[in-house]
């Protein structure tokens, strides 16, 4: 979703018909009129003053920092330290089928956490799989409640879970730093954590990917437009266009972005793309854009805005070359635009909280882990 300070009156999510709110769903705050009224076992957890959310105990009690979820490799600073360092530790191996906390990985303005994951068959060589939390969520949820740490294991490739430092755990997907190659921000200590397990645990830097839900998605497009360099594609789940966020203003009621009111040409969404790394005159990522029609926490015509801009990038036609029906799964439609370097997954009824369960594994196909 976004950062909180801004962001937080999108996420209102749906009430069910006994009114009670579901999990991440909003529950309180400045001007919200829903129920305060959470599913049972969730507790109402006030993150600010416009945005209170329905959370487990468990979640609940964690800092936004988790601590380690079995070891963590070298030495961890203070989690309120930040770490600016350029010239990383010596490496310190990742144990096999553990999350594991990463530190002094490289220049970390913002103090992002980062959690390795090494499936025990590890590739000779392998892949690199970059997988970010929603708005609200740790990297530990995002671990235990998708599928890509089981494809790992199934296939072989490294992933790096990420924590958001601050703000209600959600990415900084608007400030200028983040938006700009190398300037700073949370986008740096995640192309930071990259690098590093590029230069020390035998990642193909030709096998980079990189996935997100929500704020993990915003972020997600964050990269693949100010690291075009690091990622070779990435999956985008319910997410907005790089750099429709920039000018939010920090209210309720939501963002005109959120609610599909910011509309622009591919040609303006793709010179913001290319703005965020001036000068850089190579290949972009692969992207898969994954939205669902019943999303009422980032409207649906976000979809199309995020398709316009990355097939500009591309250079390709916004008209479908391929359209597939109940692909992956019923209820989904699938488009291609050129030759593949983008694709667009339509989900009829979805909602937000996406992947649904079992549709991972067509974003991992599709990267060629």
């Not at 010239?87 to 990985?105: D, E, K, Q």
């Not at 990189?210 to 972020?219: K, N, P, R």
């Not at 437009?225 to 319910?238: E, R, S």
């Amino acid at each position: 979703m976004f950062s909180a300070a801004r962001l937080t009156g999108f996420l209102a999510l749906v009430i069910t018909s006994t009114g009670a709110v579901p999990i991440w769903g909003q529950c309180g705050g400045t001007g919200y009129s829903g129920s305060t009224q959470c599913d049972s076992g969730l507790s109402c957890v006030k993150l600010n003053d416009w945005y209170s959310q329905c959370q487990t105990s468990a979640t609940t009690a964690a800092p936004s920092l988790p601590p380690p979820a079995t070891t963590t490799a070298g030495s961890p600073p203070s989690p309120a330290t930040t770490s600016t360092a350029t010239n990383p530790a010596a490496t310190v191996p990742i144990p096999a089928g553990a999350l594991t906390r990463i530190t002094n990985f490289g220049t970390n303005p913002t103090n992002i956490g980062m959690y390795a994951y090494k499936p025990s068959n590890v590739k000779e060589s392998p892949g690199l799989l970059v997988a970010l939390h929603y708005c609200g969520g740790t990297a530990q949820a995002y671990f235990s409640g998708t599928q890509w740490r089981t494809l790992a294991d199934q296939r072989g490739y490294v992933l790096l879970y990420g924590q958001a430092p601050s703000n209600g755990n959600c990415w900084d997907v608007t400030s200028a730093a983040t938006l700009t190659h190398d300037a700073g921000g949370d986008s740096l200590g995640i192309a930071s954590a990259v690098r590093y397990a590029i230069a020390n645990w035998g990642v193909d830097p030709e096998k980079v990917f990189v996935v997100g839900t929500s704020s993990g998605a915003m972020m997600t497009n964050v990269l693949a437009g100010t690291y075009p360099d690091l990622f070779k594609g990435g999956a985008i789940f319910a997410g907005v266009a790089l750099g429709c966020l920039t000018n939010s203003a920090p209210s309720f009621p939501p963002d005109p972005c959120a609610n599909g009111q910011k509309i622009q040409t591919a040609q303006q969404w793709g010179d913001r793309a290319r703005q965020a790394y001036p000068g850089y005159t190579g290949p972009y990522p692969k992207l898969q854009v994954w939205h669902g029609t019943a999303d009422n926490v980032v409207n649906y015509a976000n979809f199309q805005e995020e398709l316009k801009q990355w097939t500009n990038v591309h250079g390709i036609l916004q008209t479908p070359s391929a359209t597939y029906a109940s692909t992956p799964r019923q209820g989904y439609t699938k488009t291609v635009y050129g030759t593949g370097e983008v694709e667009g997954y339509s989900g009829q009824g979805a909602g937000h909280l996406l992947p649904d369960s079992g549709t991972e594994v067509t974003a991992i196909d599709f990267f060629g882990l």
